[in-house]
């Protein structure tokens, strides 16, 4: 079953079919990433829409939909509803207001069901990964790892963030990556008490912990690794906080199986850092799934209660950050198992000290 047919399958009665237009989306459904490109699913069949830059290898790759040349897009859209005798069509969340409005003004005779249920949907397809989407995320985690080995002979006192980025980012390249999974996190000293510091000129000092978050692409897929390493003699409380940042981490992946709660994984490593003494050093998420995107449903969050499925991939990445001071967080992926999970990230754990 394609992709694109599990969803005609899972489409609510009152439609005729969806519209797609958000890049992963589309991505995921056709297995055909591209910038520009509109995906029509009918009962019937689909069409997948996309102008002269991506038609040649659109043709050879788009997987489970016709390929048709863009011409004037909502025009072309609504003939194309005509055609299949469409009138409902779902729209997804991820629109823009001005595509929204595009759609909406450009289809006559077609209503938009605007409501959540399509993206939700896909959401819940893309949740579950496929052996191949499973394959490409480790693959771009290897060389997320081996980056990590080869930062750690660049990271010596004088050297900036920004230059650690850099070269971390430029390794990943060297090493197969398509990009980056996301912006790389460098953050050294007092920089690492801001779980998204920016890298930037400050440079690197003895008694430093410095955290690196980043992560490679590869076929689409990303990986996400974060690691705080120290530099030079650091201080008994460094320590405590690494410590107990890693048991936090390894308590919560520990309890990791199918059906279990995300919030529930967050409370336990939440219970390990607020019983050390750092409550309220914890601000974000334990975790989130990811994929195409970076940030994907499920989560391990105190906010909302997901259920984590088999198939799933989760972060799992507690953190301590103390304002003014210092910041810890150590970041594996996990693949939920029929019989609990796969660490799926080949870095050392324990802390790593640089002269
Ligand atoms: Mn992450």
């Not at 906080?241 to 890693?246: E, K, S």
């Amino acid at each position: 079953m394609s992709r694109i047919e599990k969803l005609i399958a899972k489409l609510p009665e009152n439609c005729d079919g969806a519209i797609i237009f958000s890049m992963t989306n589309r991505g995921y459904l056709t297995e055909f990433m591209s910038s520009d490109g509109t995906l029509l699913v009918f009962r019937d069949g689909a069409v997948f829409i996309t102008d002269s830059r991506y038609i040649e290898i659109a043709r050879k790759t788009v997987k489970g939909a016709d390929v048709v040349l863009q011409d004037k897009l909502a025009e072309q859209v609504a003939e194309i509803c005509r055609d299949h005798g469409a009138k409902e069509l779902m729209v997804e969340q991820e629109l823009t207001l001005a595509q929204f409005r595009m759609f909406r003004d450009g289809l006559a005779g077609v209503t938009l069901l605007d409501g959540p249920e399509l993206s939700d949907t896909i959401r819940e397809l893309r949740a579950i990964k496929e052996p191949k989407e499973i394959e490409l995320i480790c693959g771009a985690q290897e060389i997320t790892d081996k980056a990590f080995l080869e930062i750690l002979n660049f990271i010596r006192p004088g050297v900036t963030e920004k230059q650690v980025a850099a070269e971390l980012e430029y390794c990943m390249r060297k090493l197969g990556a398509d990009g980056l999974a996301f912006g790389s996190i460098v953050a050294s000293g007092e920089n690492g008490s801001m779980p998204h510091a920016v890298p930037g000129d400050r440079k690197i000092r003895k008694g430093d912990l410095v955290t690196m978050d980043f992560g490679a692409k590869l076929g689409g897929y990303c990986s996400d690794m974060t690691r705080t390493v120290a530099v030079g003699k650091i201080k008994e409380e460094q320590l405590k906080i690494y410590n107990t940042v890693l048991e936090a981490h390894l308590s919560a992946m520990a309890a990791a199986k199918p059906g279990c709660s995300g919030k529930a994984l967050d409370a336990i490593a939440r219970e390990v850092i607020d019983a050390a003494g750092y409550a309220g050093c914890f601000g974000h998420s334990l975790g989130h799934s990811l994929g195409l995107d970076i940030h994907e449903t499920p989560m391990c969050t105190p906010a909302r209660d997901y259920t984590l499925p088999a198939g799933t991939v989760m972060t799992i990445e507690p953190g301590i950050y103390v304002e003014g001071k210092w910041g810890v967080r150590i970041e594996n992926m996990i693949l939920i198992t029929e019989d609990g999970y796969r660490n799926l990230t080949g870095s050392e754990r324990a802390l790593i000290t640089l002269d």
